[in-house]
């Protein structure tokens, strides 16, 4: 396990309602990112942070925000969920060296639906 | 996005088989991982690679980076039962800091 915990574990909400996803990690790495698994898509890249409060948008980032206040939390939010955002969830943190090539750590999901 | 195709995108083998799946891309790329996961949790990382034509073993695993640099190998020697799971391919581009991933391959092994 490489020290990455996500919360909550399971979600169900109603379209329209905001959500927040958090991660939470004790490794001290730099980097950290979201990613959503879809069947068919494998995983895609929402956000990803390279410090606190230094973060950057990956391929699906419309309709996500989210926020470093600390190195060991990153946080998404979604503020107006819908229901193409039902999803599995995944956050990862990358180390151990300071590099963006180095290999990504998964927590173990956030599965999330939206009726 | 990067494309990355996997293959085969499902097997069925006999528990001792030998099992091989590959990842292209349209793309060069500077690092291959490659990753398990099983229902219900995150991939776990199983191989890392870095250069061209670099061979990497782990246990019963070994991965290649392709000569070419736009593709990746995983071989799976003897098979068994707790191997079952979906394997991801995961390539870095020269051109950015984002990992893309494949589709993956669901692996069935029949006792």
């Known amino acids: 396990d490489a020290g990455i915990t996500q919360s909550p574990r399971h979600k169900v909400t109603e379209t329209g309602t905001p959500v927040t996803l958090r991660c939470h990690q004790t490794?001290?790495?730099?980097?950290m990112y979201w990613y959503r698994q879809d069947p068919g898509h494998g995983l895609r890249l929402i956000h990803y942070?390279?410090?606190?409060?230094?973060?950057d948008k990956g391929e699906v980032s419309d309709g996500y925000s989210v926020s470093r206040s600390k190195t060991e939390d990153f946080l998404l939010t979604l503020e107006s969920a819908t229901s193409s955002q039902t999803s599995v969830y995944f956050c990862?943190?990358?180390?151990?060296?300071?590099?963006?090539?180095?290999?990504?750590?998964f927590g173990d999901g956030t599965r999330l639906s939206i009726l | 996005g990067q494309q990355l195709n996997q293959s085969p995108q499902s097997m069925f083998i006999q528990e001792g088989e030998d099992v091989s799946m590959n990842c292209t891309s349209s793309?060069?790329?500077?690092?291959w991982l490659w990753y398990k996961q099983d229902p219900g949790e995150g991939p776990v990382l199983l191989i890392a690679l870095y250069k061209a034509g670099e061979l990497t073993s782990n246990g019963r695993l070994t991965a290649q980076f392709g000569i070419t640099r736009k593709d990746s190998f995983l071989n799976i020697s003897a098979s068994i039962p707790s191997d079952v799971g979906i394997y991801f391919c995961a390539g870095l581009s020269n051109t950015g800091n984002q990992f893309y991933f494949g589709t993956g391959t669901s692996l069935t092994v029949i006792p």
């Open positions: 490794e001290n790495h730099r980097y």
């Open positions: 990862a943190i990358s180390g151990p060296g300071q590099g963006s090539n180095q290999p990504q750590h």
């Open positions: 942070s390279y410090g606190v409060k230094d973060t």
């Open positions: 793309s060069i790329f500077n690092t």
